[in-house]
């Protein structure tokens, strides 16, 4: 289990962040829904090692109950922004994140490649990122940081740029290699009807300063969802979002 604790963040002196804790779980996806601006980014960088220079922080996070630093080799994030080298091709880039984790150019090539083609990248791969749709490029990205062996896994909104049906594609080609592998993952996203497709969890932040203001466990398998169920829960957030922005 990976443990966030505790998680202040501060900014020209005023708190960005209050007290967020949070708790992943292997195979488990936890959702981070909230308004723009409230800081859900921000606790994602952190747990990421990645907090920009200008914000200060305070909290704890832990491995199986023992605390670590991050960045730490057993998380990995793939950020808001696509971040794809733009002097790499496609293939170099998606196998880039398992190269910097130690593997050898050839064993990282070997296990991207049979990827491509269900990440809507077949033919592309000797491409370079200027030659690719936003929507490619978020692909590559989601593929370079979900190859990876970590045990966690932390995702920005990693499927805003695409089209309705390839976003619905990727989110089952996740939920299905979570099956096979089980990990734990952090998404942050705005999408209502993703966050209650996928999540085993939902945690609701509210702004100024960003907080967790609900906790909401899907237990239902995602298989055996009922529709009806999953609207009266966007129902309920989508007053909570409301709620917070009066
Ligand atoms: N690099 C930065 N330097 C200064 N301020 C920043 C920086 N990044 C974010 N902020 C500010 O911190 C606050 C929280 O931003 P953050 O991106 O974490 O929110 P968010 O909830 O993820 O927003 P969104 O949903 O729009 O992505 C915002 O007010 C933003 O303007």
């Known amino acids: 289990m990976l443990a966030l604790e505790d998680l202040t963040i501060r900014m020209d002196g005023a708190d960005l962040v209050r007290r ?6 292997e195979g488990r996806i936890t959702c981070l829904i ?12 952190w747990l990421a090692g990645v907090l920009p220079p200008g914000m200060e922080a305070d909290g704890r996070a832990s491995l199986d109950a023992t605390p670590i ?18 002097w790499l091709t496609v293939a170099e880039n998606a196998a880039m994140g398992l190269e910097i984790a ?3 150019r050839a064993e990282a090539r070997a296990r991207v490649a049979p990827l491509f083609p269900a990440f809507g990248l077949g033919g592309w791969e000797d491409r370079f990122p200027s030659e690719l749709s936003g929507g490619m490029r978020q692909r590559a990205a989601f593929l370079r940081t979900i190859v990876q062996d970590s045990r966690f896994v932390l995702l920005d909104e990693p499927f805003s740029a695409l089209d309705a049906v390839t976003r619905l594609r990727m989110q089952d080609w996740l939920c299905a290699r979570l099956e096979e592998a089980p990990r734990g993952v952090l998404m942050v996203t705005h999408d209502l009807y993703e966050a209650t497709q996928m999540a085993d969890r939902i945690l609701v932040m509210a702004a100024k300063p960003g907080r967790i203001i609900r906790d909401i466990p899907i237990d239902t398998p995602r298989s055996e ?9 966007r129902t309920d957030l989508k007053s909570l979002l409301l709620e917070d922005e009066t």
């Open 102 to 104: 130690g593997a050898s």
């Open 225 to 233: 969802r009922d529709e009806a169920a999953l609207a009266r829960i």
């Open 20 to 25: 967020v804790s949070l708790r992943l779980e």
């Open 69 to 86: 630093a991050t960045p730490h080799p057993a998380i990995s994030y793939q950020p808001q922004q696509d971040t794809l080298f733009p």
């Open 34 to 45: 909230g308004p723009s601006g409230c800081g859900k980014t921000s606790v994602v960088k």
